[in-house]
């Protein structure tokens, strides 16, 4: 996740305005050279002085980071955290001072610029903090705010929510092979159907309901497919999906030391 902001930074400030730090210094490093960034041995390098810093590593690993940066930190530098789960209040405490910190989950389409975000001012975070860091994310994709009361189930919806995507694409796929086409077409048809539906659902702007009838003939062959999709409770089983994920961030932000 990462590697998709640092790519947005490096289009909205310029590579040589930002730097890297990491626990894999292989990896790291070599992701510093794809970017034209600077690779930073430490994490303290990495901040001093900066006007902003992101954080996104795993949540179990924010509370050791962000203690780390405490002293070191600028006290106006702006706090992006990526971190599911990690509320602004728990960065707050970590840093000990008067931080501007937004909070934002990302989702991995970001990579490629087509990503969604949802950002939430921490306490001491203004309005232009907030735009601060839309223009930084700017580069991948579209940017919302949300109250943080909210985050958790943003994370449910939007922040995990490729993976169903793919587990869907995968799914109609399989669907493809036991209708006897081989993987490679299965897949090429799963893939862009699935593309083509979300760029159709964003560019029409139409309810997806209204957009899954124009599909449907009357006696035709949808209905027929889609009678199957709410006999066997697919509906429900992704209400039930993402309240399991915004339940698990939840959690994420309880378990912290
Ligand atoms: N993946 C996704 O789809 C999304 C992820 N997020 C959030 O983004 C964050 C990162 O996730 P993801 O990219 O998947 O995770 P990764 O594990 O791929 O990346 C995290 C990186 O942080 C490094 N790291 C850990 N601790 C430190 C530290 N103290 N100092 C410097 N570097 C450190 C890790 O190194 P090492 O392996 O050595 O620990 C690792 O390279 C998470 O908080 C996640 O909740 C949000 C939205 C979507
Ligand atoms: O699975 C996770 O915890 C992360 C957060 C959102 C997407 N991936």
């Known amino acids: 996740m990462g590697e998709a902001i640092l790519s947005s930074l490096v289009g909205a400030v310029g590579a040589d305005r930002v730097r890297i730090s990491d626990g894999r210094a292989e990896y790291g490093a070599a992701v510093a050279q794809r970017h034209g960034v600077r690779w930073c041995a430490t994490n303290a390098e990495a901040v001093d002085g900066v006007g902003a810093v992101v954080i996104a590593v795993k949540p179990k690993d924010v509370g050791g980071l962000v203690g780390g940066l405490a002293g070191v930190l600028a006290d106006e530098a702006l706090v992006v955290s990526v971190a ?59 940017v919302l705010r949300v109250d943080e009361a909210y985050q958790d189930v943003v994370t449910g919806i939007s922040g995990s929510g490729p993976a169903y995507v793919f587990y869907l694409i995968d799914a109609l796929a399989e669907a493809g092979v036991v209708g006897g086409l081989s993987r490679e077409v299965a897949l090429d048809l799963a893939r862009a159907t699935v593309a083509g539906s979300g760029a159709m659902a964003l560019a029409s702007g139409e309810h997806p309901a209204i957009l899954r009838e124009r599909v449907s003939s009357p006696a035709g062959t949808t209905v027929a497919g889609v009678r199957e999709l709410d006999e066997r409770g697919v509906r429900a089983a992704v209400i039930a999906a993402v309240d399991a994920a915004r339940a698990r961030s939840v959690e994420l932000g309880r378990d912290l030391t």
């Open 84 to 142: 599911a789960g990690i509320p602004t209040a728990f960065l707050e405490s970590r840093l000990g001072a008067a931080n501007p910190v937004v909070r934002v989950m990302p989702n991995t389409p970001a990579t490629i610029g087509q990503g969604v975000s949802a950002l939430s001012a921490g306490s001491h975070a203004t309005a232009e903090h907030l735009e601060r860091t839309e223009a930084l994310l700017a580069g991948t994709g579209t």
